[in-house]
């Protein structure tokens, strides 16, 4: 979970050594790591459930298109933010 400042940019769990008034404080990195985990659980959970019954083709194409939209849409984010800067 990167966020950025008009400076820098850094890790949501160093944010606490970046503090300047009005921030926010981003708590532990414990509870950042269990809400993190049971996240990621409901995540591939339902992404394991949407692809029972489906072949191993029609599950790699499927892989493909999101790691291309998935990819496209960080090119796309960085290249918006490089002609912001």
Do not use: K
């Amino acid at each position: 979970m990167w966020h950025s400042t008009a400076e820098h940019w850094h890790h949501a769990a160093y944010a606490r050594h970046f503090a300047h008034a009005g921030s926010i404080d981003h708590g532990s990195w414990l509870g950042h790591t269990i809400v993190s985990a049971i996240i990621h659980g409901l995540i591939y959970g339902a992404i394991f459930r949407l692809f029972r019954g489906m072949s191993l083709t029609e599950v790699l194409v499927i892989a493909v298109f999101g790691l291309l939209i998935v990819g496209g849409g960080y090119w796309w984010w960085n290249s918006r933010m490089d002609m912001n800067a």
